[in-house]
């Protein structure tokens, strides 16, 4: 079984706080993505990589960095949170060759004050 | 405009009825079309795949795509309580590197016994 997996799954934050949220997968895939969910926003890109220290902003980068050193892991940065990052957020994995499937792991619900 | 656009619900239906869910979407290079399921603190997890358009059926599920009309729904037959979740549709234009995905807003559906 695919499984990725998040660092934490409830953190509360300041505003102007440094934020690093983790992601690993255990499949090998070259693919990974971070994305936020907001109510009635759906699911929203925010980076993705297709290849270890690669990345591509996605739909909403700003206000967020990302780093991948090594193949399993997706680290997401808040250099400097600030309360309208409050979200959940998720992170996904899939294959380059192969259906499109992206596979995610739990989330992590972020609360900035 | 949103790329993809879907009921957000909620859709209250009684145990063995008949789930009806759509999105339509803007976007005519799409043609790989997802369905995902969401349960409550959750990732999404891949329900229905389908490429172009067409019908699929897997179980009580069914998928449709009518790309002339920008158009694709899922049907769920015989639905249980199991079944409540949040249903969120995904396509995508291309196997280009990085596989992204863009997601509706999803519908959140409710089986009552």
């Known amino acids: 079984d695919v499984k990725v997996t998040q660092s934490s799954r409830y953190l509360v934050k300041r505003t102007g706080e440094k934020v690093f949220l983790e992601c690993v997968q255990d499949?090998?895939?070259?693919?990974m993505f971070w994305y936020r969910q907001d109510p009635g926003l759906g699911l929203r890109l925010i980076y993705f990589?297709?290849?270890?220290?690669?990345?591509e902003k996605g739909d909403i980068p700003e206000g967020y960095s990302v780093s991948r050193e090594k193949k399993e892991r997706f680290s997401l940065i808040l250099e400097s949170a600030s309360t309208n990052q409050t979200s959940m957020y998720l992170c996904?994995?899939?294959?380059?060759?192969?259906?499109?499937?992206?596979?995610f792991g739990p989330g992590t619900r972020l609360t900035v004050l | 405009q949103k790329e993809v656009e879907q009921d957000p619900g909620p859709l209250s239906v009684p145990e063995g009825a008949i789930v009806s869910l759509n999105c339509t979407y803007s976007?005519?290079?799409?043609?790989?079309f997802m369905w995902y399921r969401q349960y409550s603190r959750k990732g999404p997890e891949l329900l229905m795949y389908?490429?172009?358009?067409g019908n699929k059926e897997d179980g009580r599920f069914t998928a449709q795509v009518d790309k002339s009309s920008k158009y694709i729904s899922l049907f769920i037959r015989d639905s249980q309580p199991s079944d409540s979740a949040t249903y969120l549709c995904?396509?995508?234009?291309?196997?280009?590197?990085?596989?992204?995905?863009?997601f509706g807003g999803g519908t959140r559906v409710l089986v009552k016994p």
């Open positions: 996904a994995s899939s294959l380059e060759d192969g259906p499109d499937e992206q596979f």
């Open positions: 499949m090998d895939h070259e693919n």
């Open positions: 990589s297709y290849d270890v220290k690669m990345k």
């Open positions: 976007n005519s290079a799409f043609q790989y």
């Open positions: 389908t490429y172009s358009s």
């Open positions: 995904a396509m995508s234009a291309s196997k280009a590197a990085g596989n992204k995905l863009t």
